[in-house]
């Protein structure tokens, strides 16, 4: 089990015993609508889909707030020799914190992360009719690709100059409230995917970093 904590939110990598929660509430006619696959998600899709996804190149993540799972985040189809993650995003199921704070403080923690860990570059998909998730992400810094006019579900970017370029007011508060610290939390069993990465926390230089990490 991974757990990555900072911010004031701690993000739990996602497990077998946390797909039929997810399933729920991607189910959910609030979240679905969101998306451009709006068809019920089967026990036996979200098992295949889990196997498919449990590996070094994908990193979904419960939010936990106070003890409770509150939505889903992810970088996913990452490709770490040319440090680009193909696909971003987040959905939060709870209404209470959908219109918080918290969705911007799990985006800015997992993208702080990325790029530490040497990304170039993080895309996202997002429906043409969806103004609230693109006026989220272009205070995030994403930036529309072109050729998206006529494309329902447009691609975006983000690059860590333009990450840091459009969140240093927000991230200068998130940092005086919550200070800047991150800390990774290797607890057994461990999956090979947070083998990877706790192999890179033993492979890399962290000094001068904010972040932490420790096992067990």
Known sequence: MLIISGYGIQLKRLGIEDIELVRYWRNSESIKK?????????????????????????????????????????????????????????????TRYINSEIPF????????????????????????????????????????????????????????????????KIRAILEKKYTNSIHFKFLGPITSAEQFVLDKFKSDKWSGTNITWSVG
């Not at 590996?55 to 939010?63: H, P, R, V």
């Not at 003890?67 to 193909?86: F, K, P």
């Not at 800015?108 to 993080?122: A, E, H, N, R």
Request: aromatic share 14%; glycine share 6%; hydrophobic share 35%.
């Open 105 to 168: 403080n799990a985006s800015v923690l997992i993208t702080d992360v990325s790029f530490v860990f040497g990304l170039k570059k993080v895309m996202a998909k997002i429906l043409s009719d969806n103004t609230r998730s693109i006026d989220f992400n272009q205070k995030l810094g994403y930036t529309k690709l072109p050729d998206q006019e006529n494309v329902y579900n447009q691609l975006y970017e983000l690059t860590p100059e333009k990450f840091r370029q459009a969140t240093v």
């Open 34 to 94: 969101y998306m451009e696959f709006r068809e019920e998600i089967t026990s036996e899709m979200q098992l295949r889909w889990f196997k498919s996804i449990d590996n070094e190149k994908n990193f979904y993540f419960l939010i936990t707030v106070d003890n409770d799972y509150i939505g889903l985040i992810n970088g996913s189809n990452t490709d770490w020799e040319e440090g680009i993650t193909h696909s971003g995003g987040i959905f939060i199921w709870d």
